[in-house]
Nanobody
Framework: VQLVESGGGLVQAGGSLRLSCVAS????????MAWSRQAPGKQRESVAS???????RYADSVQGRFTISRENAQNTIYLQMNSLQPEDTAVYYC????????????????WGQGTQVTVSS
């Protein structure tokens, strides 16, 4: 199973970016999918999550600015980030709770390699 993020980049404060994350491999089922981020010198923090039934949760710091969405048929999630601020600068990671086809009763957490988001002031 592999998670691949894309869509990061450099943007000015107030701008927008859309991140994508695609899960691939021997997937039986994907439960929660989520975005986390890690800024330089800081701990990784949860940004947003979405269940298979599209129930969402957001960190207070991004509520109202970021939107997480999901395409179950494509094993893909997105993070639409609007009104970006310099404090949003971080490496953004996708993670998902996935059951493998070989062992469908077991669910493991999988992480992508991350995509850099840099917001200039």
């Amino acid at each position: 199973v592999q998670l691949v993020e894309s869509g990061g980049g450099l943007v000015q404060a107030g701008g927008s970016l859309r991140l994508s994350c695609v899960a691939s491999g021997s997937i039986a089922e994907i439960n929660v999918m989520a975005w986390s981020r890690q800024a330089p010198g800081k701990q990784r923090e949860s940004v947003a999550s979405i269940t298979a039934t599209h129930s969402t949760r957001y960190a207070d710091s991004v509520q109202g600015r970021f939107t997480i969405s999901r395409e179950n048929a494509q094993n893909t999630i997105y993070l639409q980030m609007n009104s970006l601020q310099p404090e949003d600068t971080a490496v953004y990671y996708c993670n998902a709770a996935i059951a493998d086809i070989a062992r469908p009763s077991l669910v493991y957490a999988h992480w992508g390699q991350g995509t850099q988001v840099t917001v200039s002031s």
